[in-house]
C-alpha cells in the first residue's frame, strides 16, 4: 500500500510540473463550453431571403414584410427575373428565393387560391428544411388572419402549446450537456492514452517493470491524479453552465455528481487501454483525437439525433459511451428525474468501464519487446 | 533546394516507419466516411405522439385519425391519465402531448373556441419548434374542414387559400450525403494534417533530435517547408480517397472542376499546417500540443458551419470565423462540388485562404527559433 501511495505521488508531481498543460486542461472544458453555449446553433436565424415578386401588389407586400420580420429571415434583396434565382443561390446571396406569380393578389382575394413557390438551396439540406417549414407557417399564420378579415371565420379549434423542460426555447439545453460529454471522454482519455506510452517511448518504462508494483497497481496509480483533476475539471463545468447558461440541475446533485465520477473513470480506462495497445506516444493520440472524436461527436445524439439514423446505427451508436451519459445528464440536470429513469445507462456505463479495465490490465506488458 | 529534398525524404522515412500511423492515415478516413456520413441526417422522422383524449367522440377521434394519417406523427400511446403521458416523456417515449378535453366535441358544437392542450419536449429547441409546426398544420386543416362542413361546401372554397410549392434546388431530395461527405471528409483532411504536423515538430524537441537539426546549416524556412510537404501530399491524397469513395460509395455529384477543388485544397492544406507549425512552437511536450490541437481542432469544427449553420451564429463569432480556414474550405467544397460555382464565384474564400496560409506559414518561420 504504501509503495502504491508512493507511486500515486510521483504521478502527481509529473503531473503539476507541467504547469501549461495544467492551464490548457482546466481551461479547455470551460473556454468550450462558453464559446459553444453563445455560438453554436442548429436552428436558423435571419436567414437571408429574396424575392421574386412579379405581381408587386398590396398582398404581397403585407406577405413579404411578415416574413421578414419574423426574425427567422432577413431581406437579401429582390430580383426581377426567373433567371436571377440561380445567380442568387449560387453566389450564397441568399438561402431561399420567394416567387409570387404574376396577378398573385388578385388571385388569391378574388379566385380563393394563389400559389407562391419557395425555392431554397438544397445544398444544405437543414438550413433548407428550417427555411421553408418556417415561411410554410409564416403563410398558413397569413391566411388564418386573410381568413378572419375576409371570410370574417373563426377557427373552432385552438390550441395552447407548452413547451416542457425548456420553455424560452433555449438552444443551450441542447448544446451545453452535448459539449460537457464530448469534452470529458477526449480530455480524460486523451490524458491517460499518452502516460503509459510516455513512460514507454522515455524509456522510464523499464524503471517502473522492475519495481515491485504489479500492473493493476500501475494502472490505478495512473488512473488516480487523473481522477481528482478531471472531478475538479466538472465541478468547474458545472459552476460554469450554471452561472453562464443558467443552466438548472433539476434532479439530484449528488446524484449527478455520482454520475460523472461514473462516466470520468469510463473515460480514463479507456485511455489507459489505448496507452496499453500503443507503441508511440504520436500513435496514442492519433487514435483518441482523429480515430475517437468524429465518432464520439456525430454518434452521440449530440448533434444528430440518433433515431433519425438509418436502421442499424442505433447499434453502432450504442456501443459509443457519450450516447448513455447525454441521456443521464439532460435527465438529471433538465428533466429533473431521478435514478429510476437512467439505471439501465449507469448499468451499461459501469459495464464498459469495467471492461476497459480489465482489458488494460490483460493487456498490459511486463516484459519489453 | 538538394537540402530541402533529403530533409523531405527523411520526414516521409519517419513519418512511415510507424506502421500503424502509416496505414491509419488513409485506413481512417476510409472507415469514418463510410461509417459516419449515411448516419448523419437531421430529416425529421416521425415525431411520437401520446393523445390524451378526455372526450371520446367522433370528433375526437377524427381528429386523432388525422394525426396519425400525416406524415410527420406516430400515435405511440393513448391515455386518459396526464400523469402517465408526462412519466412516457421522461422516459423519451414520445416527444408531444396532445391534451383533448372533456368538452372538446360540446364547444365545436355550440360553435365555442374549443380548447386543446399541446406539451412538447423542448430541450431540442429546434425539433420542438418544428414538430409544434407539423401539429399547427394538422389542426389548421382540420379547423378548415369543420369549417366548410359547417357552411357548406359553396362559401369554403371562397376561403382564400394560399398553395405553396417547395423546391430545393442543387440537391432536389435533400440528400444529406451530398452535403455531410464535403464536411465530414474536410474534418478527417484538417485533423490529420494538423495534429500530425505539429506532432511531429514538437517530437523532435522532446526527444532532442530537433537540436541535430539546429547545428546543420539547414535554413529555417527549409525545414518548415520540409515539415509541411509530406503532410500537404498526404492530404491531397486523402482527399482523393475520399472523392473516389464520395463517387463510388454514395454516387456524389461533381457539378465543378476537380482542379479547382484540389488547388483551394492546397492552399487550405498550407494554410492548417501553417497554424499547426505556429502553434507547435508554443508547445515543449506532445501532451501540450495534443491539448492544444484538440482545442482548436473542436472549435474549428463546430464553427465550420459544417453541422449547424453558419449564418445561425452571431454576428462577432461570424467575423472571428474568418481565420477559421475549415469555414472557407466547406464554402467551396459545397459550391463546387455541389453547385458547379466557378472561380468567380469562390475568389473571397480562396484569397482569405492564401492570406491566412501565408500569414501563419511566415508566423511559424519567424517563432522557429534555431538557436532555442
Known sequence: ?369 | MRTILYLIRKEFIQIFRNKFIGRAIFAVPIVQMLLLVPALTFELKKVNLCVIDRDMTPESRSLISQLSGSTFFRITHTTSSEKEALALMNNNKCDLILHLPGEFSKNIGKGEPAKVMVSVNAINAVTAQLSWAYLNGVLRDYNMNLVAGNAGMASASSVPRISIVNRYWYNEMLNYKYYMLPGILGILVTAIGFLLAGLNLVREKEIGTIEQINVTPVRKHHFIIAKMFPFLVIGLIDLAIGMVIGKIAFDIPFEGSIALLFLASSIFLIAVLGLALFFSTFSSSQQQFMFVAFFFLIIFILMSGIFTPFESMPVWAQKIDIINPVVHLMKINRMVMLKGSAFSDISREIYSLIIIAIAFTALAVVRYRKTA
Open chain 1, 1 to 369: 500500500m504504501k509503495r502504491f501511495l508512493g507511486f500515486v505521488k510521483k504521478e502527481f508531481l509529473h503531473i503539476f510540473r507541467d504547469f501549461r498543460t495544467l492551464i490548457i486542461l482546466f481551461g479547455i472544458p470551460v473556454a468550450e463550453i462558453v464559446i459553444f453555449g453563445y455560438v453554436v446553433s442548429t436552428d436558423v436565424r435571419d436567414a437571408n431571403i429574396a424575392f421574386l415578386d412579379l405581381s408587386k401588389d398590396e398582398i404581397t407586400n403585407k406577405i413579404s414584410d411578415k416574413i421578414c420580420s419574423s426574425g427567422f429571415f432577413r431581406r437579401a434583396e429582390d430580383i426581377h427575373s426567373y433567371d436571377d434565382i440561380d445567380r442568387v443561390l449560387k453566389a450564397g446571396n441568399a438561402k431561399a428565393v420567394i416567387v409570387f406569380g404574376d396577378n398573385f393578389g388578385h388571385d388569391l382575394i378574388s379566385g380563393g387560391n394563389a400559389s407562391v413557390s419557395i425555392i431554397a438551396d438544397g445544398s444544405e439540406p437543414n438550413s433548407a428544411t428550417l427555411i421553408t417549414s418556417y415561411a410554410t407557417a409564416i403563410l398558413a399564420d397569413f391566411t388564418t388572419e386573410l381568413n378572419s378579415i375576409y371570410g370574417n371565420i373563426n377557427l373552432p379549434v385552438q390550441s395552447e402549446v407548452r413547451m416542457l423542460y425548456n420553455p424560452e426555447l433555449k438552444g443551450h439545453f441542447m448544446f451545453v450537456p452535448g459539449v460537457i460529454t464530448i469534452v470529458l471522454i477526449l480530455i480524460c482519455a486523451l490524458m491517460t492514452s499518452v502516460t503509459i506510452t510516455r513512460e514507454k517511448e522515455f524509456g522510464t518504462m523499464e524503471v517502473l517493470l522492475v519495481s515491485p508494483l504489479k500492473p493493476v497497481q500501475i494502472i490505478f496509480g495512473k488512473v488516480m491524479p487523473y481522477f481528482f483533476l478531471s472531478f475538479i475539471n466538472v465541478i468547474t463545468i458545472l459552476l460554469f453552465s450554471w452561472f453562464v447558461f443558467s443552466l438548472p440541475v433539476k434532479g439530484s446533485i449528488a446524484l449527478l455528481l455520482a454520475e460523472s465520477m461514473l462516466y470520468i473513470l469510463l473515460s480514463l480506462s479507456f485511455g489507459i487501454l489505448i496507452s496499453t495497445v500503443s507503441k508511440t506516444m504520436q500513435q496514442a493520440i492519433f487514435i483518441t483525437l482523429i480515430g475517437m472524436m468524429l465518432p464520439t461527436i456525430l454518434l452521440s445524439g449530440f448533434i444528430f439525433p440518433i433515431e433519425n439514423m438509418p436502421k442499424g446505427y442505433d447499434w453502432v451508436a450504442a456501443i459509443f459511451p457519450p450516447k448513455y451519459f447525454i441521456v443521464i445528464i439532460k435527465n438529471i440536470m433538465i428533466k429533473g428525474t431521478g435514478f429510476i429513469y437512467i439505471w439501465k445507462e449507469t448499468l451499461i456505463l459501469a459495464a464498459m468501464t469495467v471492461f476497459f479495465i480489465v482489458m488494460s490490465v490483460r493487456n498490459f506488458k511486463i516484459r519489453l519487446q
